[in-house]
């Protein structure tokens, strides 16, 4: 399903309902299968050039990770190329997304971060 659709409607069913004598026909709509919304991975990216403690600054700041977490999170990165940040809603992610790139921006860091379907 695409992302930005709303989820399809179920078809309309007719059938006869509260016989009142004047064949009526009510038409109802079977209630919506509600899906849970889909979830996003904020991941970051290594480079060779943004400080390791500035990954892990920003790891601090915008994802709420302790010192400890924030450093395993930032080491991972820096070993196997990229690491997941947190897992977010659409909108949220966007916007950790957007606020890291400022930071890395006014820092004259490389640093890059991506969302991913989770
Ligand atoms: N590789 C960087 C260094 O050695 C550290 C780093 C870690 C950079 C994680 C980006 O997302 C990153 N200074």
Do not use: W
């Not at 209630?31 to 600054?57: G, I, S």
């Not at 790139?101 to 006014?106: D, P």
């Amino acid at each position: 399903m695409p992302d930005d659709q709303p989820p399809p409607q179920p078809p309309l069913v007719t059938r006869p309902r509260h016989d009142d004598g004047q064949g009526a026909v009510v038409a109802e709509r079977k209630t919506a299968k509600v899906e849970p919304p889909r979830m996003y991975q904020v991941v970051m990216l290594n480079d060779d050039y943004t400080p390791m403690e500035f990954v892990v600054l920003v790891l601090q700041e915008y994802f709420k990770r302790d010192l400890e977490t924030a450093t395993q999170i930032m080491l991972k990165i820096h070993h196997d190329g990229r690491g997941v940040c947190g897992v977010y809603s659409k909108d949220v992610a966007a916007t950790k997304v957007e606020l890291v790139l400022a930071a890395a921006r006014r820092g004259g860091h490389p640093l890059q971060c991506i969302m991913e379907a989770a």
